[in-house]
């Protein structure tokens, strides 16, 4: 046996051991991932590339939302444990403190490209074009009437604005686990909320509580964490609207139409430009300890890193990624490769 073949041997025998120690009894010859809907998609296409290519069988891929992904794959070190976790947000730092505790603590965080949050309704439905004030007085648990921080009494999108359908508000998203959600908050209801001169005279903690908090009455509905399911009620209901990231919006524009925000209607370009306001990363995590373990990972993950993968004209952008820039993608890519110990997230 040759010095490097045996110090790989090794290394292998280290990390089964190591496997072992954190009380896994049997072993597992399938890859597991877990995580954000949005990522879903990407990470399915990823799979059955992969299974294409190889010959392997394909990973196992869970749609968990991204906070419920986090929460399984910070669970432990083992082959009970999920090797990937997909998110629509990055890591945070109550996470990582969770990982850390269960010994994950050599984690890879890969930026896949970027998505855009969208709103649509059926193409029989009325397109809209909103403000993020205007979404902010139809999604909010509270709002500025007169001057007045009161229960949002809105139940029509003519009560916003005249100019805007005489139909009942009904907007279907994601629920609190998701970071689909965790985005819309910060990039939709936040800002909005700042329109709004009776919102300032709240300390930031208050001020984050009134912003950020959706309305429960019964106008918009929580929908769970699979985006499908809020695309079939769409197709079925012309006056309901859904909030999802822009991939599904993409594979679905036979069916969907975008809502306008501010004029501009979501689109690769608009997206990639900043015009599009409402746009977000989207990321994976790497346990790394699994490396060498888990037969198949560093392919599957060399595969999803590919250019063919997330590069520009690849399988990834033909499902709506908007893809990296050259630089940036090279940087993602060789950290992956490298299996890049990322740093704790800032508070």
Request: net charge negative.
């Amino acid at each position: 046996m040759n010095v490097k073949l045996k110090s790989l041997t090794m290394a292998a025998t280290v990390a089964v051991a190591a496997l072992s120690v954190a009380g896994v009894a049997h072993a597992r010859d399938q890859i597991q991932v877990v995580g954000s809907s949005t990522v879903f998609p990407y990470t399915q296409a990823a799979a059955e590339q992969y299974a294409n290519e190889t010959g392997a069988t394909a990973p196992v891929v869970e749609s968990t939302g991204t906070g419920g992904g986090m929460k399984i794959f910070c669970g432990g070190v083992g082959t009970g444990h999920p090797d990937i976790t997909g998110a629509s947000r990055a890591m945070k730092l109550s996470e990582y403190e969770l990982c850390a505790k269960n010994g994950v603590t050599d984690i890879t965080e890969v930026v896949l490209g970027f998505d855009g949050l969208s709103m649509a309704v059926s193409r029989s439905g009325k397109q809209l074009d909103l403000t993020k004030a205007q979404l902010f007085q139809a999604l909010a648990a509270k709002v500025e009437v007169g001057g007045k921080i009161v229960d949002n009494p809105y139940k029509k999108w003519s009560e916003i604005d005249p100019s805007l359908p005489d139909i009942a508000i009904e907007v279907m998203g994601p629920p609190p686990t998701s970071g689909t959600r965790d985005a819309w908050v910060e990039l939709v209801m936040d800002e909005g909320c700042k329109k709004f001169p009776a919102f300032e005279l709240f300390d930031k903690e208050a001020l984050k509580e009134n912003c950020q908090r959706m309305r429960t009455d019964g106008p918009f509905i929580e929908a769970g964490e699979n985006d499908n399911l809020i695309v079939q009620r769409l197709e079925s209901d012309p006056n309901v609207y859904g909030i999802f990231g822009y991939s599904f919006l993409y594979e679905n524009q036979d069916k969907l139409q975008a809502v306008k925000v501010n004029g501009v209607v979501p689109e690769e370009h608009t997206i990639a430009d900043g015009s599009y306001g409402i746009s977000r990363p989207l990321f994976f995590y790497i346990k790394n300890a699994h490396r060498g373990v888990i037969p198949g990972l560093n392919e599957f993950i060399a595969e999803y890193t590919s250019d063919e993968a997330m590069g520009p004209g690849g399988y990834l952008e033909e499902r709506g990624l908007i893809v990296l820039s050259d630089a940036r993608r090279a940087a993602v890519q060789k950290a992956a490769q490298d299996a890049v110990n990322m740093p704790a997230p800032k508070k």
